[in-house]
Nanobody, 122 residues
Framework: QVQLVESGGGLVQAGGSLRLSCAAS????????MAWFRQAPGKEREFVAA????????YYGDSVKGRFTISRDYAKNTVYLQMNSLKPDDTAVYFC???????????????WGQGTQVTVSS
């Protein structure tokens, strides 16, 4: 069983950058697809980015392509989300997820972190 803990959220001005981290514990980290989702107030959870464990293929949501980058450090059991050129619309709670499927579909993940708040001011 994998457990996930996110960190790195905060308040940033539009145009700024943040890097989120997701520390994973558990033996199966290396064989899970990993992803980031986000949920803004009053909206459904939205796919942000994912990396498959086998071929390490990358996937991004349309709204973040070219601005966000997902990466993972297998030695540290950590997944990162580098967010650049942030916009007020990026304001949301960001969740890390692990699972055997996906990679862009929420139901493909069976383990979730508690979330970290990202607020982008205009």
């Amino acid at each position: 069983q994998v457990q996930l803990v996110e960190s790195g959220g905060g308040l940033v001005q539009a145009g700024g950058s943040l890097r989120l981290s997701c520390a994973a514990s558990g033996r199966t980290f290396s064989t899970n697809n990993m992803a980031w989702f986000r949920q803004a107030p009053g909206k459904e959870r939205e796919f942000v980015a994912a990396m498959t464990w086998g071929d390490r293929r990358l996937y991004y949501g349309d709204s973040v392509k070219g601005r966000f980058t997902i990466s993972r450090d297998y030695a540290k059991n950590t997944v990162y989300l580098q967010m650049n050129s942030l916009k007020p619309d990026d304001t949301a709670v960001y969740f890390c997820a692990a699972g055997p499927a996906g990679p862009t579909i929420e139901t493909g993940y069976n383990t979730w972190g508690q979330g970290t708040q990202v607020t982008v001011s205009s």
